[in-house]
């Protein structure tokens, strides 16, 4: 039987390819959620976390309990990058390719987030001002690609404007200190990024001011733990939610 989803993760670049993580499997679907391929196996390690390279959709990096992986044939092959973090349970990646490299960023959750200007090679930390070593996910504006978001186990949700110079929390309220998860979408007619929090128990929230404001979007979900959100980047109007009874898609409209 497979493992929880994860992660869930709509390709910016075809967005008709769902990508859907569940234990060392990793899931690509290229109808909008209908018939699914298992994409080739990364050892035995547990995989966390995907994400495709805006500066070249044919490469993807994973993260694993056993680090950080990358592909550059669409997860044909993959080859281990150099992050030597131990103990990691969960380890998201997101890349800001707006200058003349991307930079990966890896959050981790027992040593914090760190980044990568060589594409995996070497590694710094990236959040010297805060006490938080137990970061869950990281996500990089699709809009404003010097803001970043952060998730902690148990301290909520961060945003950084200066590239991960400096960090503000985001108020999401007492439903979403413990284990937040979030995702992002552009509004193409309003200019703007569109965010989505879901915590483990299901309450689900929209914001599209970068986290100052936030709505409650009511979902009738099955009586399940929810372990991963996804959006289309282009299209904030079909919402997928992991869970560990498998993946639901909701439409929004």
């Known amino acids: 039987s497979l493992e929880p989803f994860s992660f869930v993760l709509i390709n910016r670049y075809k967005a008709n390819e769902v990508y859907a993580l569940s234990g060392n499997n990793i899931f690509l679907s290229v109808d909008l959620g209908g018939r699914r391929i298992i994409k080739k196996n990364i050892e035995s390690s547990l995989i966390n976390t995907l994400c495709i390279d ?3 959709s044919k490469a993807i990096l994973v993260g694993t309990t056993s680090g950080v992986w990358k592909s550059f044939d669409r997860g044909k092959s993959f ?6 973090v131990q103990n990691v349970l969960s380890l998201s990646l997101s890349i800001n390719s707006s200058g003349k490299k991307p930079v990966i960023f890896a959050a981790t959750e027992n040593s914090g987030l760190f980044k990568s200007g060589n594409y995996g090679i070497s590694w710094i930390p990236a959040i010297i001002n805060l006490p938080i ?8 504006d699709l809009k404003d690609p010097n803001i970043n978001y952060l998730c902690t186990l148990q301290s ?3 945003i950084s404007t200066d590239n991960v110079e400096t960090w503000n929390k985001i108020e999401l309220g007492d439903k979403f200190r413990e284990l937040p998860l979030i995702a992002q979408s552009y509004n193409s007619s309003k200019d703007r990024t569109v965010l989505f929090a879901v915590n483990i128990f299901g309450n689900i929230s929209i914001s599209e001011d970068s986290g100052k404001s936030w709505n409650e979007i009511k ?3 099955p009586n399940v733990i929810r372990t991963s959100i996804g959006v289309s980047p282009i299209n904030s109007s079909s919402l997928y939610i992991g869970t560990t009874e498998g993946i639901y898609k909701f439409d929004l409209q």
Do not use: D, N
């Open 54 to 56: 805006p500066s070249q």
């Open 79 to 84: 080859t281990k990058a150099g992050l030597q």
């Open 133 to 140: 070593s137990e970061t869950t996910s990281v996500l990089t």
């Open 156 to 158: 909520g949700v961060f």
């Open 219 to 221: 979902i009738l979900l």
